[in-house]
């Protein structure tokens, strides 16, 4: 009786080892809607987000189950490297790829399977590659290219006899002082142009871009040098100053106040789009404009790429990336688009990498045209160590030059002065 | 002879069993004590000789002996950091001090003062982010009713938030009003605590009312404001929450104080060497400060608080 209890239970504990799910974890930076889907008013889904496609999968893969875990952009390197630390961390992350350069150097990332890094050269576009590419290999499936883009209120505009939006910078500099109106206490109550601003990507971007459309460079070839007090890293600061010096914008410029129809113009991402979509209803297109960003020499566009990765501790490496084979790259042949792609464009609002989903979400991609075919001209923004710090050391600046404090020329050289030690340490 | 000295061992036995009894009831805090502070503090100083990113164990962190330090007074950030959290701290303790009391003192006899206490203690419990984000609207440079009041009174409109010369005044002025509310309450208990003869005997001998303030109310309420001016000091040191969400278009040098510093040190630069190095250099300030504080009020016959 007494073996016949305990050979039960051996078998009972080994069943439940068998039988025991593998848990994946995805930690993502959407949330909300981006996660739980996009319902009409009567309750019925209309898109699913992310959950939604995690249950399809484990529907098909019962011994998986995926949770997700949504970090907020401000809080998910911090988050990343503190449950990495605890050995807590998630089994797939969903990674902006200037991040990345440190997780890779750590060797915090696991080498994509080859028949992955394969599928990525061959299906995804080229900037979205770069930016996934890292010391030369690529580090994961791209899950979104964002770019920048000029953003012009039609309305506001034709209040002020423009038909068009600028075609070139020194048309936006003639427009945005016509554009700005004051109120009766001396504030601008309508920005002729609004710069976004309160983190590092949101100064340095559209900052980078006009750099890029003079032909100019953040760092030489093997970043060992950084070149931004260059003639025309300059010359591209100087051109946003000359904003501030027509009396067009100030550093109080929220762009965020464009649905309230007080910014005339501003450079923004796709990502933007949902919501001045959310915000105008049927409107939107009456009031909002995109146009490619007014070159000062060439037509030229930042872009900046999320991945998405699996963590090199992670207990279910195999497992992780077949799910993200399964969503991100297997072409659904009903739609002949990915899952990730359809989640990209119907819920997130991005200009999703996979040439498959460019193809076929055309009509979906409408609004987001300019984006796209601005990749072309976008040159990714490059992944170096200590990315992070370099672009805050350079947000500093180009806002104490916004403010007056500092002429361009004096904020650039403050800027090379502290990275180049950084490059030092790291390239040298 | 020998009954005196079993009741001698018997009263060490004893002690020692209600010593043993203190330390286990003391246990738990003892833990949380070492683990939370002790365990805490002492890492943060091994690191602060290190440099780490967080990416690697911190044993095989190289060492740079005092490199972290040296390198923290020759950043203009740091120093800049460190000249507005001077400011911050002096203002904001001050300002607090000085009006808390005079309320507090205001409201002591009045009719229906305890609605005004809540109307004053109010702010002081609303969470920070909400503080921010209300006065973020109210310091509009457009749509703002600090720039509309100001317009009546003849005032240009000013980018509160954003210009670096007023962004750090703007924040401060939302700290004073966050805080006044609980030193108002500690006031109000100290006021109370004063007896009222002196204040009979003083009229008594014809003193005014401003003399019966600095002559006794002041006098009086010494204890309470060497801990108010501690607390608030050190709170004030370690300001981070309104400045996160009040300063983020401003220049950085205008209005970051030490804790930003040392938090963007640590989790945007990967630099927890330097942060824990710059948190150090926190910690030796306000316990220089604290103990100066302390001493100036000892000299004045404050022998509480010790």
Redesign the interface.
Known sequence: MRRMFWVLFLVSVLLSFAMAKTVLIIQTHWSDFQVNGIFNKAGKLIYPGLKQYTEEYMKLHPNVEIKIREVAFNNYLQQLLVSHMARKGADIYDLYSLWAVQLVNAHILDVPPIDIVNDVKKDFVPASVGGATIRGKIWGIPSEIDDYALMYNKKLLSEAGYTNPPKTWDELVAMAPKLTKYDSKGAISQYGFAFLSGWDSAVVHPYLSLLYSLGGSMFNKNYTKCLLNSQKGVKALNEELALFKEKATNSAGNVFNFPQNTVAMMIMAPWYVSSLKRAYGDKYSEYVGIAPIPPIEKLATVSYTWFFAVDSASKHKKAAWDFLRWFALQVQPKTNTTRAGDLEVNVISVIPPNRVDLRNHQKQLADLKVFIDQLKNAIPEPNVMQGAQIKTILMNQIVAAWNNQKSAQRALDDAVAKINPILDRYYH | MGRERRDGRQMSKNRLRENVAAYIFLSPILLFFAVFFAFAVGFSVWISFKQW????SPIDAPSIGFDNYSSLFSDP?FTASLFNTIVYAFTTTVAILVLSLLIAAALNNIKNAAIWRFIYFAPSITPAVAVGMIWGYLYN??RGIV??V??WLGV??H?W????RYALMAIIITAVWAGMGASILIFTAGLKAIPQSYYDAAKIDGASRIKMFWAITLPLLKPTILFLLITGMIGAWQVFDLIYMMG???????VQVISLYIY?TA?????MGRASAAAMILFVIVLIITLFILRIFRQGGIESYE
């Not at chain 2, 990113?53 to 690697?56: D, G, H, K, S």
């Not at chain 2, 938030?161 to 670096?164: A, V, Y």
């Open positions: 990113n967080m990416l690697i950030l440079p457009s720039n509309e100001l317009g240009p409109a980018n938030l954003t210009d670096p983020a278009n401003a220049p950085a040098s205008s963007n989790f945007v630069n990967l630099q």
